[in-house]
């Protein structure tokens, strides 16, 4: 007995229509971020260059990971981490203006696939924090910047003084060293420990 082509059209998995590029890893070069303080804010640069200043004399070492983020690629690394870690639905993605990309892929394992891909190409793997859909980066407003020393060292404030940190973590969590930064205008992300890279003009 033949089989009604109804019945062959309805086993088979539904093909997304669309004109848009699928997501993937390529995206991550799209619209690229800026690691250079000089794509900083006005005043908030000079803060920022000063206090990195003041931490590279003291022998810590400084590693900027991101200052300006184009809010696109914000909206790329929120929805494809989100994809992956909480699971939600491609097809739910809202859109964005001026940006035509299709999350939803002809099977959802291969949607989950391509959101992988893309977090892996924000190096965003081991991100434990759901990237922001918007932040102070979008408006050159923060910095990421991975710090490290050892032993004890002497880092000068905006004031002038100098302060010994002798505590621990050795890192950007480190309470001295975020009392430090406030004065040059530089605040510690004042949200979860787990984003110890971010700070900003305003904690955020």
Partial sequence: MAIPNSAIN?????????NKALSGPQWAQRFPGSKSTRDL?????????DFIQAMTDAGIKVTVEAT???IKRSYLMHWGWRIVNDRVDA????????????????????????AKGM??????RRLRTRPALRSQ??????????LTWRGTVSVKDA????????????????R????????????????????????????R
Avoid at 41 to 49: D, I, K, N, P, Y
Avoid at 93 to 114: F, K, N, T, Y
């Fill in 119 to 124: 977090v892996d190409a924000f190096a965003m």
């Fill in 159 to 174: 004031n002038g003084k100098t302060v010994q940190i002798n505590t621990t973590p050795r890192t950007g969590m480190n």
């Fill in 176 to 203: 001295q060293l975020i009392e430090i930064g406030a004065t040059y205008g530089v605040k510690k992300y004042a949200g979860s420990g787990r984003d110890a890279p971010h700070w900003s003009n305003n904690g």
């Fill in 91 to 114: 097809d739910s993605v809202p859109a964005i203006d001026g940006l035509d990309i299709e999350w939803q892929h002809r099977m959802p394992a291969e949607s989950l696939h391509a």
């Fill in 137 to 146: 980066h979008n408006l050159g407003l923060a910095i990421d910047m991975s």
């Fill in 10 to 18: 309805s086993a088979r998995p539904p093909v997304h229509q669309s």
């Fill in 41 to 49: 804010s006005g005043t908030f640069r000079h803060a920022v260059e």
């Fill in 68 to 70: 300006y983020r184009p």
